[in-house]
């Protein structure tokens, strides 16, 4: 089983559309929760960590449920920048220090 | 913020050859760092943690003879891909942690073996 799992996709949508990725994480002692978004060809860079209580950036919002060991994010009013693949990734500090998990990436398209 | 350089950020080289990679933290310096490899459409894979001054630990499936690993100082680590074959065609990415460890990503360098 893997470590953390996505809906692979592709999502597409047009500009101003409302997307939700889910992910769920198989590890109850993970710690810390981000999604990541990464470009074609490039490394993937931090969107926003994911706090319990839910936290939003802008257009963008992001859920924890530990329970469900269950991670979303929800992008508002999108913008065809916004195109790329975006990654769920989990922290497990119970193990090696500053180790990521990553899941497999949700390819989004925002067409005009 | 933190900034993390790899170098080459692409290389094409020929099967049986060995091809080194940089990574730099410019300006922290890393408690440890990581080496990933992602194949098209897949997701990233972490092949071993490296921490200053000792043995890299290398994830199941992962060859150390293949994938030399040396990290010499708090600012560097290098991998190297001994005897490359095809299949070793990839972008390999490193990333450092700070003391806080938040996790810095390196552009990454694309491999094409031919």
């Known amino acids: 089983r893997k470590e953390v799992e996505q809906d692979p996709g592709p999502f597409n949508v047009p500009e101003g559309a409302t997307v939700a990725f889910n992910c769920t994480y198989s590890?109850?002692?993970?710690?810390?929760f981000f999604w990541y978004r990464q470009d074609c060809r490039k490394e993937p860079k931090l969107l926003m960590s994911v706090y319990s209580s839910g936290n939003e950036d802008g257009r963008f919002t992001a859920q924890l449920n530990r329970a469900s060991q269950y991670i979303s994010l929800l992008i508002r009013d999108s913008k065809l920048s916004d195109s790329a693949t975006y990654l769920c990734?989990?922290?497990?500090?119970?193990?090696?220090?500053?180790?990521?998990?990553f899941g497999r990436g949700t390819q989004l398209t925002v067409w005009p | 913020g933190a900034v993390v350089s790899q170098h080459p950020s692409r290389v094409i080289c020929k099967s049986g050859t060995s091809v080194k990679i940089e990574c730099r933290s410019l300006d922290f310096q890393a408690t440890t760092m990581f080496w990933y490899r992602q194949f098209p459409k897949q997701s990233l894979m972490l092949m071993a943690t490296s921490n200053e001054g000792s043995k890299a630990t290398y994830e199941q499936g992962v060859e150390k003879d293949k994938f030399l690993i040396n990290h010499a100082s708090l600012t560097l680590s290098t991998l190297t891909v001994t005897s490359a074959h095809p299949e070793d065609s990839s972008f390999y990415i490193c990333s450092a942690t700070d003391r806080d460890y938040e996790q810095y990503f390196g552009p990454g360098t694309r491999l094409t073996v031919t």
């Open positions: 590890n109850s002692a993970s710690q810390s």
């Open positions: 990734v989990v922290n497990d500090r119970g193990s090696t220090l500053g180790r990521l998990y």
